[in-house]
């Protein structure tokens, strides 16, 4: 996250030598048409989520409002982040002055933060939404999502001055380059602000998804098993009081259609298969997310914490090519986040085709009706019980 400078970096290696430049021209062959696909997908897919939930009022649930701002702080992270990153890259030299070397640090640093901790809000709303249900239904509101990322905001521009105060503009060994880093007074105080974000931005929100995620699995688990274990018309709550009421009913009125009671049946034991189906599909996708969130965000947490204390070996051991992959690896998740959080939502799928007028009729008003237990992923299902982004390391 903070402006550790790895391109510049590479500027102190011997840049006359074919073999260095042989390496970098395979790595702008590699990384180019990387980081262009990265950023495409990104930013489409941001859009995409921001204009489909700013277009359709009734998809503005306590939820979907932290998957908009999240759609916002991925969108920033790709425009601030990958392009100047990769340029850096290229041209091994910083070229946007002064003030820009102050700005786009900074805001790389709050996109990174905001896109993190939005993360934590969800897997927190989820946990208090399929667990707690009663205790949460009277704040679970949109005013205080909104009051939530407020907060979220507001830290993310707060704890991140020290990279708007100590970014500065150096000159490299080739004087006609220059380098974007942070310059702080001493080592100590440098890694331990590093070290710190290292703590709030990766290992204290990986933390509290694990454990919020594992309690909404462990109770979508003990729910699983019961119904499972029940008869088909025990599955589902409702499905087995009418069935109790229809056994009564049967033993009064002798005459009553039996071809009626064993359609119900079946329409029952049809719903119970589709609610063990949701729900297992949910625990996957609760897997998925927490692996997606390590794998994209942890190798460089470590690599930029290796750096601090010993720069040379990390290029030593991964090279300049290593070190854009793991960056290239971070930005991942800015277009990752759409589709795992939003397009593999089947009420959202549908929100998008009716605002971009494919359906549009049937198509609002499947999104607006939706039952919960037949999406596949987490935001809908309910109990069936009541940078460091790598900033443009230039």
Known sequence: MPTYNF????????????????????ETELIVPLYAIIFILSVVGNLLVLVTLMQNRRMRTVTNVFLLNLAIADLLLGVFCMPFTLVGQILRNFIFGYTM???????????????VWTLVAISMERYFAICRPLQSRQWQTRFHAYKVIGYVWLAAFLLNLPILVMSKLKSTRDKDRHKCREEWPDSISERGFNISLDLVLLIFPLSVMVVAYALIVSKLWKGLKREIQHSNQRKNPDCFREELSLRSLQKSVSKMNQVQIRHHATICSAYAERSIDAKRKVIRMLFVLVVEFFLCWAPLHVLNTWYLFSPEAVYKSMGSTGVALVQLLAYCSSCCNPITYCFMNKKFRQAFVAVFGCCKGSAVTLAARGSSANDSVIFEVRPTTTAKSGNAQL
């Open 101 to 115: 070397c102050k700005i786009i640090p900074y805001f790389q640093a709050v996109s990174v933060f905001v896109t």
């Open 7 to 26: 391109s510049s970096m590479v500027t102190h290696v011997n840049n006359t030598s074919a073999a260095v430049k042989k390496a970098a021209d395979f």
